[in-house]
């Protein structure tokens, strides 16, 4: 759901296909490691080392960092890295209820943009029920404009 328009943009259902020793198979293409780091996103996007998302121990004022190569394909892979930190516990409303979880705040950069990302996690699940990623690119500002009316 867009986060100022709140028209919903795209449904996302995931789906476990199987479990492979730590490895967790989506039906859509991810792999996520047994404390839901992201491994892969699709067939052909990897993270390495895996992009630890997820905290090892849901505590308000944990912090940690990550750094990961993302590669697609056989195309030259790009750095991106989060800090992260767990800020406080907050009552979340999603279409599945109502829950206690915590959040988790997420400030990093990919391909020369910065981005935001926040998750808000229930302890022994080590998955969001709810999360805002933020995009926050490279501003660009118009400085002059010329308007003209053609006949």
Known sequence: ??????????????VVKRVE???????????????????????NRRFEPALQVNPDVLQIGRKWSTRYLQT????????????????SRQLVKVPAGEFSAFRVD??????????????????????PVRRELERLGSARVLVSARQAVSS
């Open 106 to 127: 997420g400030l990093g950069s990919f391909r020369g943009s910065s981005q935001r990302m926040t998750r808000w996690m229930l302890p022994g699940l080590n998955f």
């Open 1 to 14: 759901m867009d986060i100022f328009s709140h028209v919903v943009t795209r449904r996302v259902k995931l």
């Open 72 to 87: 697609e394909g056989s195309a030259l892979g790009a750095w991106g890295d989060y800090d992260f930190r767990v800020t």
């Open 21 to 43: 020793g730590n490895r967790v198979h989506m039906a859509d293409g991810s792999v996520l490691d047994a404390l839901g780091s992201v491994l892969a996103e699709s067939p």
